[in-house]
T-cell receptor
Framework: DAGVIQSPRHEVTEMGQEVTLRCKPI?????LFWYRQTMMRGLELLIY????????DSGMPEDRFSAKMPNASFSTLKIQPSEPRDSAVYFC?????????????FGEGSRLTVL | KNQVEQSPQSLIILEGKNCTLQ??????????LRWYKQDTGRGPVSLTI?????NTKSNGRYTATLDADTKQSSLHITASQLSDSASYIC???????????FGAGTQVVVTP
């Protein structure tokens, strides 16, 4: 398996623009997670899905952020409009199994810079 | 207050030497504790996962220990190599995917 695949790897945009990050989880995994990593706050959970259904989006910073999972093999994280404070590395991860006990596989991340 | 505290924040070691990283947590209820290695510019990669009943687990030159009574864990790196230079992150799970608590990580630099 190719692992969790994220795109783009790097994104530079101007404040106010829409940003869409993409993720393909490992085939067969039923949980998908979006994390954000910054130097100040480390890794933070934004939202996670189980069988394509959003379970917990309490980590989404504000209404400018939205995430979808239209099918088991694809998810997007959208920021509209983007702001400089959104600059971070966004990771997608996937797993199989309930209760936080499964192995968690991360993608290589999407580094976002908002000017 | 972060429920997972790691120490030291960073350390520099000579190639071939051993080192030990510490993780203290207050997460409750406890399900499992994970150690991840994150190379610069890459995603975290799992090294070990330990449940409540396990007190040690090895993965090659990496050995993790867990004391669930004192809520402490350590990651020992034996005979360090240059490729061990990375950030090591302790993650504690409270039986829910939404309740994973991440430590801030320990940055390890191995020098020749």
């Amino acid at each position: 398996d190719a692992g969790v695949i994220q795109s783009p790897r790097h994104e530079v945009t101007e404040m106010g623009q829409e940003v869409t990050l993409r993720c393909k989880p490992i085939s067969g995994h039923d949980y998908l997670f979006w994390y954000r990593q910054t130097m100040m706050r480390g890794l933070e959970l934004l939202i996670y899905f189980n069988n394509n259904v959003p379970i917990d989006d309490s980590g989404m910073p504000e209404d400018r952020f939205s995430a979808k999972m239209p099918n088991a093999s694809f998810s997007t994280l959208k920021i509209q409009p983007s702001e400089p404070r959104d600059s971070a590395v966004y990771f997608c991860a996937s797993s199989y199994g309930q209760g936080g006990t499964g192995e968690l596989f991360f993608g290589e991340g999407s580094r976002l810079t908002v000017l | 207050k972060n429920q997972v505290e790691q120490s030291p924040q960073s350390l520099i070691i000579l190639e071939g030497k051993n080192c030990t990283l510490q993780c203290n947590y207050t997460v409750s209820p406890f399900s499992n504790l994970r150690w991840y290695k994150q190379d610069t510019g890459r995603g975290p990669v799992s090294l070990t996962i330990m449940t409540f009943s396990e007190n040690t687990k090895s993965n090659g030159r990496y050995t993790a220990t867990l004391d669930a009574d004192t809520k402490q864990s350590s990651l020992h790196i034996t005979a360090s190599q240059l490729s061990d230079s990375a950030s090591y992150i302790c993650v504690v799970s409270a039986r829910s995917w939404g309740k994973l608590q991440f430590g801030a990580g320990t940055q390890v630099v191995v020098t020749p």
